[in-house]
Nanobody, 120 residues
Framework: QVQLVESGGGLVQAGGSLRLSCAAS????????MGWFRQAPGKRREQVAR???????SYADSVKGRFTISRDNAKNTVSVQMNSLKPEDTGVYYC??????????????WGQGTQVTDSS
């Protein structure tokens, strides 16, 4: 069974930084793209950043210039460096991976979520 395990959430003051990491494990042949979503209280889950296997990245407008996503294809890990954090960045952050399973079909996997909270 493919699992995504996130780490790095916590309390942070406005203007501070956090780095979230996610590791995928299990029977997955290749991961086409990985990304981060977040869900603030009372709001819909939204994409924050994503990165393809080739390294192409995209970001939500609200985090451009502040967040940087990166991945290690050999280790099936993805990280997001979050700088200049704002109170509105508070939420549960979820790791996402879409790839090809050992059976040959595409599948999407989610992590369990990690909380990022503004402590200002």
């Amino acid at each position: 069974q493919v699992q995504l395990v996130e780490s790095g959430g916590g309390l942070v003051q406005a203007g501070g930084s956090l780095r979230l990491s996610c590791a995928a494990s299990g029977p997955i042949l290749s991961i086409n793209f990985m990304g981060w979503f977040r869900q603030a209280p009372g709001k819909r889950r939204e994409q924050v950043a994503r990165i393809t296997i080739g390294g192409s990245t995209s970001y939500a407008d609200s985090v451009k210039g502040r967040f940087t996503i990166s991945r290690d294809n050999a280790k099936n890990t993805v990280s997001v460096q979050m700088n200049s954090l704002k109170p509105e960045d508070t939420g549960v952050y979820y790791c996402l991976a879409e790839g090809v399973r050992a059976t040959g079909d595409l599948a999407t996997y989610w992590g369990q979520g990690t909380q990022v909270t503004d402590s200002s």
